[in-house]
């Protein structure tokens, strides 16, 4: 796993900004999920992972929400892909997606938050690298990985969030929203998957 000293920042922030990094990343990672169940023709697991993510968006916009972790994580893992001979390179990204998403579910159930923060970082820069590395057909050891130019470029983006939820003059509510809103309009992921719909 990649790590960046971003991570070591984001352990001192508060709870609700640790999981707000993570759902952000999720929501940046959820075209590559998208993109696999499309060429699956599996709508029902792309609708079944949205509905997971709007959740964890809900958690954090309504005070007090129910929602059942324990039961969206069970839903989850029966989203995740399985690999076979004729999976394509893109089930990759997609299980990457899923295992982001259940750290963020993870962190609600057992009320830990640092690992997962900093697992969910680490899981985003690596779909990055190694999309990188097939496309280029090229094996890179974890410290050579960090320079790859989309690497260093995912990390500036993860700082620039960081930077967002560091800066106390920024109102939760408005933040929140702010956030979400700016990265579905962009509807692109992290490894420059587009969502056309």
């Known amino acids: ?8 920042r984001l352990a001192k922030l508060p709870v609700w900004k640790q ?12 075209p590559n999920f998208i993109y696999y169940c499309n060429l699956q023709q599996d709508e029902q697991s792309a609708v079944g992972y949205k509905k997971i993510l709007d959740l964890i968006w809900e958690s954090l916009l309504v005070e007090n929400v129910k929602i059942n ?3 969206q994580l069970e839903k989850l893992e029966s989203l995740i ?6 999976s394509p390179y893109m089930v990759y990204p997609a ?6 998403l259940s750290e963020i579910l993870h962190s609600y159930i057992s ?15 690596t779909t ?17 990985q960090l320079f790859l130019p989309c690497v260093i470029e995912e990390f500036d983006l ?4 960081f930077r967002l939820l560091s800066d106390d003059d920024n109102e939760m509510y408005d933040l929140i929203r702010g956030l979400k809103i700016d990265i579905r309009t962009a509807r692109i992921s992290n490894i420059g998957v587009f969502l056309s719909n």
């Open 95 to 100: 299980i990457d997606a899923c295992q982001a």
């Open 19 to 30: 999981r707000l990094f993570m759902v952000c990343l999720c929501e940046r990672m959820y």
């Open 69 to 71: 972790f324990d039961l």
């Open 81 to 86: 892909p399985f690999i076979n001979d004729d």
């Open 128 to 144: 990055v690298a190694e999309f990188e590395m097939t496309k280029e057909n090229i094996e890179l050891s974890g410290a050579e």
């Open 111 to 125: 009320g830990e938050i640092e690992e997962h923060s900093a697992k969910v970082s680490s899981i985003s820069a």
């Open 158 to 161: 993860q700082w620039e969030i």
């Open 1 to 8: 796993m990649i790590k960046n000293p971003v991570q070591l």
